[in-house]
């Protein structure tokens, strides 16, 4: 087992960034070699980030991958989709390990992405890159030299909805996702949808109707669960909340009698090596604040009693378990460390 | 026509209360003419309801079915269930128009009351007693003397969901309700779950797995519009807001093909008399902001270009066309006056 | 007395036009005339501000003064400083009266503002200009064609302060005055520093030291007040909430011994004619939730039983009493109305 | 050095319980072996506390001096004055070293804690007892075995008024402190002022006139420091945040010329060996958002240009720096750990 990984963090300067260099501050095998920012290269990073004045310091540094690859064994990449597939390609080139937290490297096939996202800048990648949902890949991730972290909503919408799939309790092609986020997914760049002002004390639904980039990354892992094609309804939803996602997932049983405490067995033995994912006894609703600023998520099961329909929720904090957290665990995977090392810490509540 | 109105708010002291004096005080014909309360009868109205503090002198009154008799020609209860039906039929007995704001009149069958309430206190006047969601009941209410005014969920599940069952466009025992309400819909009274710290940045399902007791209200207006008894699967959520409903509604198409614009063309037929109900543009998703403090609601259709299931969004104040705008809009009906006199402000946005 | 005003807004697509628009649609005596805007020029109105969609049509139009004055009384001006002027100048011109939201006629002194401001755009209109706080110039307002509407950290500040030097209570230089504000003052272009997720669950003093803009704009009327030039220690704060502001005022007392009931008894002779000013009790302790959405402003006094400091506070709703309700007001003075005509309404509450 | 410390959480099932049992988790040198409460005993912790479910199993037990003297080394208590000295008496009694939450034991004086909370339950303590800020009382505490860590508006206001008293920058007498606090600080049970509906976009003063608890502990602590009775004006202000506290100190300089700068280095002096408290250059004003979630203070200071009054501020997190951080803070010195140990996270941000 290596004791210490040095660590590069790309695109350090917004939210992800910044969560990723707290956790990475607390982790006991890292060490933080190097912040990367673009617009800020330069400023120091306690004027950009004030939270780390005092723990971290230094300025932020332009992007130099020969300078990385000297310092650094693994770098996360925190960056704009296209962007992203650049940058981990002039790393994978000196030999650092990525840990890509865009869209980048999620989708398998070019086609795909090209609908969805554009042109893909650095396609020769795509077949080396392991998706980064650990729950679901973590024998793949051992030895991956490219991760495409999981992103935010997949995470919380799979880690509900696969065991059902996998234990072939639900229709595959019944899924229905309510996902409801909290603003800071919409990242640190200032828009008017996410002003103080039109956010708080509102709700709403967005990119409804199947429109959201991040519905062909769900049904790319469900499908895969369930051995066929998979296409869900996605409905995503802004809470005026800073952090969390929950995802409340609605089936069709694949057969009669289904019941919650199936549905809990079958996620219960998923997740069981999980450091992570916490299933929750049939009726216990989970709250996203019961994850706040953790790298925790919790799962729950219900059947309703008056259709039938099976109903399952989990909630996640979108910049931990949803991104910087997710992340710290394919590295822990990645690098043969305890995979909860430095991810330890329950959620601050309240 | 009446020209002016004389009202007695009774149970004026929760939030519910409060919202039916502020618009009450804003409307052309009313007439406030007793603040009814029972735990703080005696205390000045001003110290109990500080904002309306010179707008609103004199003191909190404990009830007096005789006594409001003589002063008024219609009482809103904003009472628990139980005390609102005791209420209702004293007040009806002195011949006043009774607006009840609590559950008590709503479920025709005094079965289904005893189920999700208990033994219900006066039976009698379920008979005579109209569903006051005004879109769905107009003509009903312009002879109602017992007025059930319906609740916030089901007002905002109904509204988006109506439309599609009325026109028969979706399989009626496909209705899934995804709903989000702001805190204030769980009242005044402290509790541990509405406290800010625990309430605040986070979000949960709660009553899940058809426990909720606007469930049956819901099913009982959608199996008339439907001509069969309809059961849906209903979600309710509290989102960290003080006011405001959401209700994201899936359905599966009762035919092939149905379109977003189908379903837009129904609900715009079905609310073309309103003056509260405004129906958006396929693909618009309204927001809870657009409708706070207003007596407003804002549906939208769409169909999901995956799997063509239709998906549903209504909007309300929880607090307006949830509760007291509603209970005003079915009075203007009874006594004649402009449908939408004194409830015709915009929505306070930001 | 003028029954009917035909009114304009200029600058109607921020969060201050929009704030105009909805008072001024369920105000008595206006009518509404043009929405006019400069970069949303040629959008429906519905689509820049979606709340007032059904009951505010047709499209925002650009600024044409010649059109504006064939078309109505009076103009409303919600437009950024320098512009403000310059757009007055030409409404003027045409002999519209104008109800300026900017802090362009504020300032008396040309020199002054050109310290806080640059050059004025329009300084041979600053001598006919009355500033606009209406409970300290109403004579004047009476005959006024152009009036500068007070800002809301002045209206907030003086509305407390104003009493204590008026009946010579406090020291006039010992104004230490705490302002802590709402976002939606900051206006509604997005910047990093109201953005939601860095805006909610934090607090911070900001343009500390004398260096807010609105420091000029006290001074100004409280030396008015005095008789004496005062100098004020303003530390503004952002506070996670919509609307509001809370002004504490630190005040050393005149003389010793002087009372919480003297000075509520200046601020209530003061106030004696405002249909907006309520004065408190001595104790009670205003909250900005109590005038949220209303013209309404509440001030109290307390004496510090350690210090023998006076303590002031008020209450207003920025974007009302602070910015809309006020030049609403201000208008009903100019044209004749009753003072409160539109303006009646209590807080949205909770 | 001890290596290893076993902590008992008695109160465990409050807010800063929850934090003191969050904090501890993380810290190196503790083991909790107990989690102690009234009214939760012989419940699972992870019911009363979910968002502990999976990393803190086992039941809240009750209150048992000699079970816990056979456990611990140390106990924390964080329970309601009163109360709380009669359980230290206890644990003392069984040599167990106590960290006292509560105000039991925080003022000097039995007559000033008689005027304050009512006749002192355990007075033979007081005498023993070392008061928790660890920035002023270090070296005390290294032997304390009675520690009555600070409070949260104390430990604000005192870190950022100490310094000018301390280097005699300011007038004693001159002390003016506007403190605005999130609503946790308001504790765990259920009570109308800290509804979500009713503190959610609104913001008060409480307690004003120098009538909060908090005063004669500044008082006490700021005297010490000034070597001269000092009086303060203090006027606590509830925020809607969950967690922060920001102290707005006033304050008249003590000579003419006082600069930022002088002001800066005396804090950056008096607080050079604390791992928590971090001096900000002049006209940087720090932000609650900065310390969410750790055991940081930030503090600057400024001079009001106009006035030339010295304004100085401070952030903490109440429950943290202001509460189960400190209290851990003081258990590092006492044991001999680094001070900083299970402290170094950074703020939660965004």
């Known amino acids: 087992m290596t004791e210490r990984v040095r660590v590069g963090v790309v695109g350090a300067t917004g ?33 950009v980030l004030p939270s780390f004045r005092g723990r971290l310091d230094g300025k932020v540094e332009a992007f130099d991958a020969a300078s990385l690859a000297e ?10 989709h296209g962007a992203s597939a650049q940058t981990a390609r002039a790393l994978r080139a000196e030999g650092v390990v990525v840990m890509d937290l865009s869209a980048d490297f999620r989708l398998r096939d070019p086609a795909t992405y090209k609908t969805w996202y554009g042109e893909h800048a650095a396609p020769e990648l795509l077949a080396s890159a392991v998706y980064g949902l650990v729950e679901l890949a973590r024998e793949d991730l051992r030895t991956a030299d490219l991760v495409a972290v999981a992103g935010c909503y997949p995470t919380a919408s799979t880690l509900a909805a696969a065991p059902l799939l996998h234990a072939k309790l639900a229709d595959p092609q019944s899924i229905i996702i309510d996902a409801k986020s909290g603003v800071s997914g919409a990242g640190r760049s200032p828009s008017p ?4 002002s039109e956010t708080a004390e509102g709700l709403r639904a967005y990119k409804t109707g199947g ?39 609605y089936a069709t049983p694949a057969r009669s009698g289904v019941t919650a405490e199936e549905a809990t067995a079958a996620a219960s033995k998923l997740y069981a090596g999980s450091p992570s994912v916490t299933v929750l006894d049939p009726g216990t609703n989970p709250d996203t604040a019961w994850v706040r600023g953790s790298n925790r998520a919790f799962v729950s099961y219900g059947v309703d009693a008056r259709t039938g329909r099976i109903v399952g929720q989990s909630v996640i904090d979108n910049l931990v378990k949803g991104a910087a957290g997710q992340a710290i665990q394919c590295m822990n995977v990645r690098f043969g460390f305890d995979e909860g090392a430095g ?4 959620a601050v509540w309240p």
């Open 15 to 47: 939210y992800t960034g910044a969560e990723l260099l707290r956790l990475l501050l607390g982790h006991p095998h890292a060490e933080i070699q190097a912040v990367v920012g673009h617009s800020k290269a330069g400023e120091p990073v306690s004027s």
């Open 71 to 80: 310092r650094t064994d693994v770098c996360f990449l925190a960056l704009p």
């Open 193 to 196: 949808s996410t002003q103080f």
């Open 211 to 249: 429109t959201h980039r991040h519905v062909p990354e769900i049904e790319q892992t469900l499908s895969a669960v369930a051995s066929e094609t998979v296409r869900v309804t996605f409905t995503p939803h802004l809470v005026p909340m800073t952090r969390g996602i929950l995802a409340t997932v």
């Open 343 to 346: 991810l330890g810490a329950v």
